[in-house]
């Protein structure tokens, strides 16, 4: 079964005989493409009941699943997901604010203020939480 998480951002999830995972529409020039990934129940459980984790979660990955040359092997796919989902806020902003700062170049901070109006200043202070 298919379920929309959020009208705001372009990622569903499907749950099949237990298992879950997120698909993630990614958008690179004038191609658009469908990436799955595996999630854990408590990935889940966060996707599902955090807002603000999701967001980012979706705005993270939608760039390096942009270019075959930046594509996150499955180590990393992982240590993303745990990053954004499951550390306490402020290593969730700091692990943020570096991917930001460094290979995405300000993508991430911009693609939560497309999605939440949040104020791409302070994200790229490291305040990616509401307070």
Not at 7 to 31: P, T, Y
Not at 43 to 63: C, G, M, P, Y
Not at 64 to 85: A, C, G, V, W
């Amino acid at each position: 079964m298919s379920e929309k998480i959020f009208k705001d951002l372009r990622m569903s999830v499907l749950s099949e005989n237990g298992e879950h995972s997120l698909s993630l529409c990614v958008e690179s020039g004038f191609v658009e493409f469908v990436v799955s990934i595996a999630l854990t129940e408590d990935d889940l459980r966060v996707i599902k009941n955090d807002h603000e984790r999701a967001s980012f979660l979706q705005a993270a990955l939608h760039h390096p699943f942009q270019l075959k040359e930046t594509r996150l092997e499955s180590n990393e796919l992982r240590h993303y997901l745990d990053m954004i989902l499951h550390s306490k806020k402020p290593q969730a902003e700091s692990f943020l604010t570096e991917l930001d700062h460094g290979r995405a170049h300000g993508a991430i901070s911009n693609m939560v203020r497309i999605t939440c109006g949040k104020d791409q200043c302070l994200l790229r202070q490291g305040q990616w939480f509401n307070r």
